[in-house]
């Protein structure tokens, strides 16, 4: 009976390691924020700067530090998430310009991405 105790736990926690892996990547697209958004005020409070590394995500907390990368050509840039998506968009994140420009997409306006938390708040 102990025996089988012990692989019920073992067992529990591989899941638990697995699905913690499977919450930290998200795929989808990402795209960036036009230039009128300067200056505004973001969901978090902070104010908006497109020459800044930050996001907008429609779940993930506030403070949060991501990593993307653009599955075209595996450009990477780490961003905090400051902002917040609708919850009817169609992307997974909105960039900032300099983080767009990171990743290599600003010409295409969209591009495919996969995002990692790396630091959680």
Not at 44 to 64: P, Q, V
């Amino acid at each position: 009976m102990k025996k089988l105790t012990i692989s019920f736990v073992y067992i529990l926690f591989c899941i638990g390691l697995l699905s913690f892996s499977f919450k930290n990547i998200e795929k989808g697209i990402a795209s960036y924020y036009a230039n009128s958004f300067e200056g505004r005020k973001t969901a978090s409070g902070e104010i908006f700067r497109n020459d800044s590394l930050t996001a907008a995500h429609k779940t993930i907390k506030f403070g949060t530090v991501v990593k993307v990368t653009n599955l075209k050509n595996d450009s990477i840039v780490v961003v905090k998430i400051n902002d917040r998506l609708p919850k009817s968009s169609t992307r997974v994140i909105d960039l900032t310009v300099a983080a767009a420009k990171k990743l290599n997409f600003i010409k295409a306006g969209l591009t495919p991405v996969t995002l990692e938390i790396l630091e959680k708040k």
